[in-house]
């Protein structure tokens, strides 16, 4: 079909003067969903051979029959192959939340249970290594997609562990006020210089990639709470110090949520 996407832009110069410029971004579109197609299918390809490639490792670790010499390659590569594994769906993930901005689901999330969960895998990644605390001020539901509200609400978490040096608190938190629902994680880890602020939420935008990926990072986790936010009308809030600590906070409007008090 020959449909033409067209965006408008004016601009008014005093009363009665406007400049109004029309662009035809049709193929700019087209060629945007083109890579988005590319990307989940790509990403949908590499499942299959991971998980079989994986199994396998796995077994041949399990068994104890691996040759000698060969149990430190044999970790790093299925250490390796996990690596590629959260990459492929974290990929995939991106590209399903970027088909659409807007309409997340309508389930309705306890909030407190959510922090339960999130708090329970950063305690299994940091491994005894950080005190984490959930402080869940007002018990409330979320309105959207679990699936998507876990991912987003864990990213921050798990984030704020590999960041933090070993014994720092890290602590969750959520309050609701006149303007929403808010969550809070704050940590006292590197911190992050505010030139790199704008940008932590591009894909594969890192302050120290080395790091990053010794942490098993992907670089695409503030991507996808960014689309995720786009998704459910929220927004998020970065404040940080080099050396300090850093906290990131969800933001809900009202319309997303239901209180024990409004319930
Ligand atoms: P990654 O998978 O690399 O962690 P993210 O998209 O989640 O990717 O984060 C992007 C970058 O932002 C990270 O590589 C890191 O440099 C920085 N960052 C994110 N969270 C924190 C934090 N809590 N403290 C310090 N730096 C952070």
Redesign the pocket.
Known sequence: NDARILQMEVTRYGRDEALVIVRDVTRLHNLEQMRRDFVANVSHELRTPLTVIAGYLETLEGSGQAPQGWQRPLAQMLDQTQRMTSLVNDLLLLARLETSERNSGREQIPVRELMERVAGEARGLSAGRHQISVECLQDATLTGDATELHSAFA?LAL??V??SPAGGPIQLRWWVDSRGGHFSVQ?S????DPIHIPR?TERF????AG??RD?G???????IVKHVLLRHSGELGVD?TPGRG?T?TLHFPPSKLSTAASA
């Open positions: 990213n984030n704020a590999k960041y940590d880890g590197i911190g992050i932590l935008y890192r302050v120290d790091r990053s942490s990072g992907t670089g695409l986790g503030l991507a940080s850093s990131f």
